[in-house]
Every structure is written in C-alpha cells, then in structure tokens.
C-alpha cells in the first residue's frame, strides 16, 4: 500500500496498531511524548518523528490514538511541544482519523475544526483491547463521510476485522458508547445475579448452565463470567487481571453519560452503570482490575 499513515500516539494500543500497517508494507512516521514508546515503535519499524506536525505534514492519513478528547483537540489545534498542530501542519485534504474514544460532542468538534482547516475527517473508535490490537482484529466503529470511510478502509482492514460504517461524523463514536453501555448493565445484571444465587443457595455452575442456555444468555455471562469455574478463559479465574480495566470501564461510562445529558435521554440504568463503576474505580480498588470485579463489591455490600 503506497498509503503514508502519520501515527499520533503509540501507547498501548497505538503501538501495536502501528506495528500491524508497518508489517502490512504501510509507511507509519510515529510520534509521542513518551520516549519509550517511540523507541518500542522504532523497533517495530516505525520511522520515529520529532513533532506530530512533521509527521502529519508528509502523510496522506493522520491517526490519532490518544487517552481523551482534550489531548486530540490539542494535538490538532496548536502547541504541541511548542510546534505547529496537526490542522496547520497537515496536507490539504488529507483524512484526520481518530480512533481513541473520546465523547459524540468531542469527535463533531474535531470534525469541524478539520474541515475549516481543508481536511477530511472520521471518528473510528475501536473495540477489543490490547489484544485485538496485537492480533489485528480490532472492530472498528467509523463516523464519517462515505468517502472518507472508502479511503480509510483499506488500512482499517489492516488493523481489524469488524469494521461498521455507521454514518457521519460522530456516529462511531455514538455506537461505541452505545455498545459499552449495553455491556456495563449487562456485566452488572449478570454479577447480581450469582450473588442474589449465592444468597438462595443456588451453585454458580447450575445458574451458569440454565442462564447460559436461555434468555439470561449475554457476553458479559458467557465469556466474561464474573465467578471462577463455568468459563475457564474469564479474567474471574485469575483474580480478575484485564482484560479491560474498571478504569476504562469508567471512563467510557463517562462519555455515555455526556451524552445521555446531552440528549436527554432517560437511560436509567445508564446512569447507575456509570455511577457503580465510578465506586468501583475510585472506592474498591477497581481501576487495575477487570470489569467484571465489580461482583465482588457487589458481595461485600450485601454482607456476605
Ligand atoms: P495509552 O495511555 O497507553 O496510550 C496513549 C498514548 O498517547 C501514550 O503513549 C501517550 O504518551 C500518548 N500521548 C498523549 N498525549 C500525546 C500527544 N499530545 N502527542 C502524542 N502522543 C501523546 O492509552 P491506550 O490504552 O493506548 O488507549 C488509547 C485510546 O484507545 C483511549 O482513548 C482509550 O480509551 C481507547 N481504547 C483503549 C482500549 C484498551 O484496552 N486499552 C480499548 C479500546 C479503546
């Protein structure tokens, strides 16, 4: 592919992301704070750059993987280690593609301000952690115009397998909360389950093997089971290492919420979700810990 990608954060997602174009014979000129981060990527085959900006000014595509929507508008918008942003530095019509997970509003932002700056822009959050990325096998959630999508495709299918489509500009990071939320109230529904099971005296297999097999069947049951045992792969099994950090959990939590306020939806359980995840990062030692840990919290506040 005579496509040349300028990578913009290569921490532990955008480092193997990198490292994937760049077996795929894509040209990636890398930049981030964080020296030991370049250094990884150098090895990896990423031409290492000094500033975002010169990255950005040689590249046809300019992904951002950052931790939030401050540090993407501030890596677009200006004095980024005192040197120009990405909006000022990057070719006219080049494609702004970013794919951390940051709010609707955030990515609509970072829309605009690419667009006013003559470029083209896409929001592509992803899902299936550090894992998926190593592997290759990220989904991919794009918001966008359809040409910019047909653009990007091609080094989305590097990196990934799943790749949706899901309209404009901050429609992929609307299906990635979406998604996330279904996913907190789920893992939660399936841990009050087995601690209101332990409370009958119902085993954790048997609840396992009816739930399993009708209409409690779910992700968050099925492979992310919150007790050891009936899914041997689940992080439960190895006291609950991530898998995907509560801190994460908590974090895309955040965004849901933002957006439920800003629509005005009444997304109950939503809000819950965010609120006990919250606790659970901030209160029960879950930040480190798997998600799905928030079962043991559960268990201790009912005194059992
Ligand atoms: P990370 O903290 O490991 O990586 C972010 C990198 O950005 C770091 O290396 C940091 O030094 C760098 N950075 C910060 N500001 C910068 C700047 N101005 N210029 C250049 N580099 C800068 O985070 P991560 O786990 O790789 O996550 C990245 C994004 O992907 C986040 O938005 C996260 O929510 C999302 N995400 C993460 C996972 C996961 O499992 N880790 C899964 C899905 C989505």
């Given amino acids: 592919k005579d496509t040349t990608v300028a990578f913009v954060g290569l921490g532990h997602m955008g480092g193997p992301m990198a490292a994937n174009l760049v077996k795929a014979g894509v040209t990636v000129l890398g930049f981030d704070v964080v020296p030991a981060a ?3 990527a150098a090895q990896a085959g990423v031409t290492v750059m000094p500033t975002a900006a010169e990255a950005a000014a040689q590249a046809d595509i300019v992904l951002t993987m950052l931790p939030s929507g401050t ?8 004095s980024l280690n005192g040197t120009r942003g990405i909006l000022r530095a990057a070719k006219k019509d080049s494609i702004l593609l970013d794919c951390s997970t940051i709010s609707v509003d955030e990515a609509r932002t970072a ?19 550090v894992v998926g990325a190593e592997a290759g096998t990220l989904a991919f959630m794009v918001g966008g115009p359809e ?36 996913l907190a109230i789920s893992q939660i529904a399936v841990a009050e389950a087995f601690v209101l099971g332990e409370g009958l005296g119902l085993s954790h297999q048997a609840l396992f093997d009816v739930a399993s097999n009708a209409s409690g069947q779910c992700w968050a049951l099925t492979t992310n089971c919150p007790v050891p045992g009936p899914v041997p792969s689940s992080p439960a099994n190895r006291d609950y290492q991530p898998g ?21 939806t009444a997304a109950e359980l939503g809000r819950h979700a965010e609120e006990i995840y919250r606790r659970f990062r901030d209160e029960d030692g879950g930040a480190g810990r798997d998600f799905s840990g928030v079962i043991t919290t559960i268990r201790e506040r009912s005194g059992a």
């Fill in 38 to 40: 370049l250094e990884a």
């Fill in 71 to 78: 540090h993407v508008i501030a890596a677009y918008e200006d």
């Fill in 111 to 129: 829309a605009e301000l690419a667009h006013a700056a003559g470029h083209r822009a896409a929001d592509a959050p992803v899902s299936g952690g």
């Fill in 147 to 182: 040409d910019v999508y047909a653009d990007v495709l091609p080094i989305l299918e590097v990196m990934g397998k799943r790749i949706v489509h899901c309209g404009g500009n901050g429609l992929g990071q609307a299906a990635k909360v979406c998604n996330n939320m279904i």
């Fill in 244 to 264: 995907f950090a509560g801190a994460l959990m908590a974090k895309d939590l955040g965004l849901a919420l933002a957006a439920i306020e800003a629509t005005g």
